[in-house]
């Protein structure tokens, strides 16, 4: 079955750091890749996707590639804010399978 | 404002007292799905709807009922609540089920405990 394992958390960082999370995934056929954010005491919201081989994702300064030869689909930001500390999923969608698969969640902090 | 709204946003009751978890989306979406996310576990899913009378279970379906009646509407049923279902639940719907384009939109929650 599907798959999604992430770096295990939590992460700490000081501002205008560089981050890297960690994500590789086990799936049949071609799935399309997502990073969500859950902010405290709120529901997850897409922060970028990616949907075939080598297509990178981007959005607030945050990016991810998609890349089928190591089954993975890092996040990187060049430079945290203290507004980017939340929890962050990796999940992965068969296209009509109807069943997401999702990791168990990173959470990030970030110090000023 | 298109939005995925779950209530109540927190609830405490007791085993065995039967209770629902709505959840309404505004945006048509054909696809609707319940989660929950415990620590160190992350979001397990529960059951999902690919269209209206259509559900499945998903991969934790134990102990909960569903219903899709009308295509905006997702209910959550605990017949008889355990502890063991104290957690925080999640609701979610898409255009077509969730796909290349079709990210999934979340309700902010429902915090459950069970005495």
């Known amino acids: 079955g599907n798959s999604v394992t992430q770096m295990e958390g939590p992460v700490t960082l000081s501002e205008e750091a560089f981050l890297t999370i960690n994500c590789t995934y086990t799936?049949?056929?071609?799935?399309?890749l997502f990073w969500y954010v859950q902010y405290p005491g709120e529901g997850l919201q897409l922060l970028l996707k990616a949907t075939k081989a080598d297509d990178k994702g981007s959005n607030k300064g945050f990016e991810a590639t998609y890349r089928k030869e190591t089954t993975s689909f890092h996040l990187e930001k060049g430079s945290v804010q203290v507004s980017d500390s939340a929890v962050y999923f990796c999940a992965l969608d068969n296209t009509n399978a109807g069943k997401s698969t999702f990791g168990d969640g990173t959470t990030l902090t970030v110090k000023p | 404002e298109a939005q995925v709204t779950q209530n109540p946003r927190y609830l405490i009751t007791v085993t065995g007292k039967k209770l629902t978890v709505t959840c309404s989306q505004n945006?048509?979406?054909?696809?609707m799905s319940w989660y929950r996310q415990d620590p160190g576990l992350g979001l397990r899913q529960i059951y999902y709807?690919?269209?209206?009378?259509?559900?499945d279970k998903g991969d934790v379906p134990e102990g909960y009922k569903v219903s899709r009646k009308e295509k905006r509407n997702f209910p959550l049923i605990l017949e008889s609540p355990s502890p063991n279902q104290t957690s925080l639940y999640f609701c979610a719907s898409s255009l077509p089920p969730a796909g290349e384009n079709s990210p999934l939109h979340f309700g902010n929650g429902t915090r459950l405990t069970v005495t």
């Open positions: 709807s690919m269209n209206v009378e259509v559900t």
């Open positions: 945006m048509n979406h054909e696809y």
């Open positions: 799936a049949t056929g071609y799935p399309s």
